[in-house]
């Protein structure tokens, strides 16, 4: 297809800032707007093929009812929302246009889509769609079809139950008065990683965060399974009874199944990496004059 033009509005968030390399790298044109630009959303939606919603959820259901009126058929309306239900129903309500809901399951800081897991979930069909798809997939990215419902589901568990975990460790750290550095010094390989993945969270956008958790009203319950999972394990693995902790453990190996091989294999290959850098990166230092 001869050269696309995009609108972005918010262009100048994070993931707006990603898209906009994104797609003058495969060499369209990228207009974006924000807040503070000369350039409106409604400017955008009169002359651009494609507009991407980059927003926070609330912000993009508004905007639609803004400017999905404006939009044609042979226009398409996008969105990288983390949550796609209501975001759907949005576009869809508000707009005639072409419409797809897009969840890229990686943050701004990641340098290319090759080999990044997209989610696709389908509005209304039309060229501009089945163009989008073929660009991430030439550029390399996994895509996978979903309902939206069923990808809402989901992310109560790989936003919504991670990130909890990971606040909650923080917080638990900060009680017990544990020093991060400090704790570098006794660290395990795991536990470095979940401290830098740790440390990791609380670099980036806290309302980010907070919006994913909040949001997603698959969470709740899904932070309620969880609940009573932590209660059973310490019931079954301090309860001193050593046949009821490992016939507990055996139990949920089964359940895992070949993927512990295959965790195993795929985690020992991301510490070894870790490690071959940072043993590289203080090789050069010490060769430093």
Wanted: net charge negative; charged share 20%.
């Amino acid at each position: 297809m001869k050269q696309v033009r995009i609108g972005i509005i918010g262009g100048k968030g994070n993931m707006g800032r990603w898209f906009e390399n994104f797609f003058l790298q495969a060499g369209h044109s990228v207009q974006i707007c924000d807040l503070d630009t000369d350039q409106t959303p409604e400017m955008l939606a009169r002359s651009c093929n494609v507009i991407l919603l980059s927003l926070p959820i609330q912000t993009a259901i508004t905007m639609c009812k803004k400017i999905g009126p404006l939009l044609a058929p042979d226009q398409l309306l996008m969105d990288v929302c983390s949550l796609k239900t209501p975001i759907l129903e949005a576009m869809l309500h508000d707009s005639p246009s072409q419409v797809m809901g897009v969840h890229p399951l990686f943050g701004p800081f990641t340098e290319t889509i090759g080999g990044q897991n997209i989610i696709v979930c389908s509005g209304r069909e039309g060229r501009l769609v089945q163009w989008m798809i073929a660009l991430f997939k030439n550029y390399g990215a996994a895509v996978t079809f979903m309902e939206p419902q069923k990808h809402d589901r989901y992310m109560a568990i790989v936003q919504g139950l991670t990130h909890m975990i990971t606040v909650s460790f923080a917080r638990a750290l900060e009680m017990l008065a544990v020093d991060p550095e400090e704790s570098l010094l006794v660290a395990t390989p795991v536990f470095r990683a979940n401290m830098d993945l740790t440390a990791r969270l609380f670099a980036q956008d806290l309302e980010l965060y907070r919006t994913l958790m909040a949001s997603n009203p698959h969470v709740e319950p899904v932070l309620e399974a969880y609940s009573a999972a932590l209660n059973e394990s310490r019931t079954k693995l301090l309860s001193g009874c050593n046949h009821s902790g490992l016939g507990y453990l055996e139990s949920i190996r089964d359940f895992l199944g070949p993927f512990c091989q295959q965790g195993l294999d795929e985690s020992n290959r991301m510490l070894r990496a870790i490690y071959q850098d940072e043993t590289q990166e203080s090789r050069k230092n010490d060769c430093q004059p």
